[in-house]
C-alpha cells in the first residue's frame, strides 16, 4: 500500500510517500480500506510545532478517514466486508471518563494515522458512517463534526431559542454552525473575510461581525444579542481571543473551549472571569457514543458536511498548504481512491 509519513517536522516537504507492506487484521481488528481523509488544524499544529501534546515524527499523519471493511479479523462480530465506516478519534474512549491512554493514543502524533490506503484497527476504533453521507462527507465527522457535537450537546443541550457564538470559518466552526441550526438555535458567527461573512450567512448565520476589523468584537457579539449576550462560546480561537468570548457570553451562559487558533496569549483576567457569571468547559473532542449520537443526528437531519475543497492522494501536501493558509471555509479532504 501507499502511505505518508512526515519524516521531520522541519516543513512540508518532509512529508513523504512510500510503498508499504499491506497491514493484515489481527484478532478483534478489521481491515479498511481508506477512501477519504480529512485535515483539522491539528495536522497543521503538529507539524509547525504548535501542538499542545507530544507529537513525534515518523507516524502516518491524520486523524479523520472514512473508507470500506475489506477484511475482519478473527472474532470481529461487530462488522462485515463492505460496511462502510469512519475511524474515532479517541480509538479507546468509549463513554464516560477518558481513559489514561486518551493523549498516547492519538493519531499521527504518538501513533500512525490514516492518510493511507489500508489501515488494520481494532472493530471498537470505527463506527459505521451515515447512509445519507459520501466517504469524502464521512471522514470529517471524527474530529471537527464530534468536537462541534460534544461543544453543543451537553451538558445542557443547545436548543431553540439559544444563541451561539462560532468563531472563524474554519471545520469545527462551519459544523456547530449547521448543528445549532438544526436545532432552531440562532448562530451569530466571526470571520476574518468579507467574502466567507456572505457564505456564513448563506449557511445561516443571524449576524457576523469581523474580528480582524473589530478589536472589541466580543463587544459587538453582545450588541447583536441586544445585550444579553450568547448562551454559547464556541472557542476555537484561544488565548487571544477569550477576553472577547468572556464579553460576548451571556450570564450563565457556557464557553466551550476548543482551539489555539491565536497566537498571542496576553493572559487572562480573573475578575473578567468570574465576572462573566459563565462556565468554562474544556472539550477534548468527544468519546465513541458521542460519534455514534451525532451520526444519527446527521442521518436524522440530513445535514451535508460542507467540504471546501477535495485533494487527490498525490496532493497531499498542496492538501495541507491550502489548510494552513486559511482560505478554505468549512473542511479539506484528501481523496485516497479513485
Ligand atoms: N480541543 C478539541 O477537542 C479540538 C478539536 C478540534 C479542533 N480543535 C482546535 O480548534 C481550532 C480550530 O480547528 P479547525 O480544524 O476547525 O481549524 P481550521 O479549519 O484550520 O480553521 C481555520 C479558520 O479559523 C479562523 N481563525 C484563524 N485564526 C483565528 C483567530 N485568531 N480567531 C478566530 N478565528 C480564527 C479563520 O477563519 P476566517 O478566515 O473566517 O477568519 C481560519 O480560516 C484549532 O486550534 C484546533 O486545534 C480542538
Given at each position: 500500500m501507499k502511505a505518508y509519513r512526515f519524516d521531520s517536522f522541519d516543513s512540508l516537504d518532509d512529508l513523504k510517500m512510500r510503498e508499504e507492506t499491506d497491514p493484515r487484521p489481527q484478532r478483534g481488528e478489521v481491515l479498511v480500506r481508506v477512501r477519504a481523509v480529512s485535515l483539522n488544524f491539528r495536522d497543521i499544529a503538529i507539524l509547525r510545532g504548535r501542538y499542545p501534546r507530544k507529537a513525534l515524527p515518523g507516524f502516518i499523519p491524520v486523524s479523520d478517514a472514512a473508507g470500506d471493511v475489506v477484511e475482519v479479523g478473527e472474532g470481529v462480530k461487530s462488522f462485515q466486508v463492505g460496511d462502510r465506516v469512519i475511524g474515532a478519534f479517541h480509538p479507546r474512549w468509549f463513554s464516560g471518563e477518558a481513559p489514561s491512554t486518551v493523549l498516547s493514543d492519538s493519531y499521527g502524533a504518538e501513533n500512525d494515522g490514516w492518510l493511507c490506503e489500508l489501515k488494520a484497527v481494532s472493530q471498537e476504533a470505527v463506527v459505521r458512517m451515515p447512509d445519507t453521507l459520501s466517504y469524502e462527507e464521512g471522514?470529517?465527522?471524527?474530529?471537527a463534526g464530534l468536537t462541534a457535537w460534544t461543544a453543543l450537546a451537553g451538558p445542557v443541550p443547545i436548543r431553540a431559542g439559544h444563541t451561539v457564538l462560532v468563531q472563524g470559518s474554519g471545520g469545527v466552526s462551519i459544523f456547530a454552525l449547521q448543528l445549532a441550526r438544526a436545532v432552531g438555535a440562532t448562530v451569530i458567527a466571526t470571520t476574518s473575510s468579507a467574502r466567507k461573512a456572505e457564505q456564513l450567512r448563506a449557511l445561516g448565520a443571524a449576524g457576523i461581525v469581523n474580528y480582524a476589523e473589530d478589536p472589541q468584537w466580543g463587544k459587538s457579539v453582545r450588541a447583536l444579542t441586544g445585550g444579553r449576550g450568547v448562551d454559547r462560546v464556541v472557542e476555537v480561537g484561544g488565548p487571544g481571543a477569550i477576553a472577547q468570548s468572556l464579553r460576548a457570553v451571556a450570564l450563565g451562559g457556557e464557553i466551550a473551549s476548543i482551539g489555539f487558533l491565536s497566537t498571542e496569549n496576553p493572559g487572562i483576567d480573573f475578575f473578567q472571569l468570574k465576572g462573566s457569571g459563565a462556565s468554562f468547559r474544556n472539550i477534548a473532542v468527544g468519546d465513541r457514543a458521542g460519534l455514534l449520537d451525532l451520526n444519527r443526528a446527521v442521518a436524522a437531519t440530513g445535514l451535508k458536511p460542507v467540504i471546501d475543497r477535495v485533494f487527490t492522494f498525490d496532493q497531499a501536501k498542496e492538501a495541507f498548504s491550502h489548510l494552513e493558509s486559511g482560505a478554505h471555509l468549512g473542511k479539506v479532504v484528501i481523496r485516497c481512491m479513485a
Open positions: 471522514s470529517t465527522l471524527p474530529c
